[in-house]
């Protein structure tokens, strides 16, 4: 999961290498942080967050086959 978001984030950013993905899985749950450059940080978020909202989207997607709510925060 953590490599999904980390692939598609270096491919909106100008500073791939300042991509940093972390996650802490509890049973039921998985949480992923995602820092970037603070430069990329409007790319990453987009206009009025719908780019954050469709990586949320797919993040979630993904989440749901493996049975676990996943929550993407983005710093």
């Known amino acids: 999961m953590e490599q999904l978001v980390e692939t ?3 491919a909106l ?3 791939p290498d300042d991509v940093r ?3 802490e899985e509890n049973d039921h749950s998985l949480r992923i942080r995602l ?3 603070a430069d ?5 978020i987009g206009r009025q967050g ?3 909202k ?10 749901t ?3 676990k709510r996943v929550q993407l925060d983005i710093g």
Do not use: L, N, P, Q
Not at 54 to 63: H, I, K, T
């Open 8 to 10: 598609i984030a270096k």
């Open 13 to 15: 950013v100008d500073h």
């Open 21 to 23: 993905v972390t996650s």
């Open 35 to 37: 820092e970037v450059h």
């Open 40 to 44: 990329d940080m409007g790319k990453v």
């Open 50 to 52: 719908r780019i954050a």
């Open 54 to 63: 469709a990586v949320r989207s797919v993040v979630y997607a993904a989440g």
């Open 65 to 67: 086959t493996r049975g």
